[in-house]
């Protein structure tokens, strides 16, 4: 998660970030998005706030921060992340 966050910021600073399927990014993305509210690094892993952080990112980027909850997100945070 953390590394396309990243390729996703360079080709945003390029210009070039139209070369993407953002629909299939977006699939993704919320493909990795856990019943806690937290998201894993890819579909297959438990959330972690570092890739949370990034999953938020790459949503703010793609307009489509609208679709998790963030009361659920914040919740997950505090009970899984920091207790």
């Known amino acids: 998660m953390s590394g396309v966050y990243w390729g ?5 600073l390029l210009g070039t970030d139209d070369s993407l399927d953002k629909s ?5 993305v919320m493909s990795c998005y856990k019943d ?3 998201f894993g690094a890819s ?8 890739y949370t952080l990034s999953a938020l990112q790459i949503l703010v ?7 998790v909850d963030a009361d659920k997100i914040v919740l997950c945070a505090y009970y899984q992340f920091f207790l």
């Open 8 to 12: 996703l910021s360079a080709l945003y």
């Open 24 to 28: 299939e990014l977006l699939d993704w």
């Open 36 to 38: 806690c509210g937290g």
């Open 43 to 50: 579909e297959r892993n438990d959330p972690h706030l570092l």
């Open 61 to 67: 980027m793609l307009d489509s921060l609208h679709l």
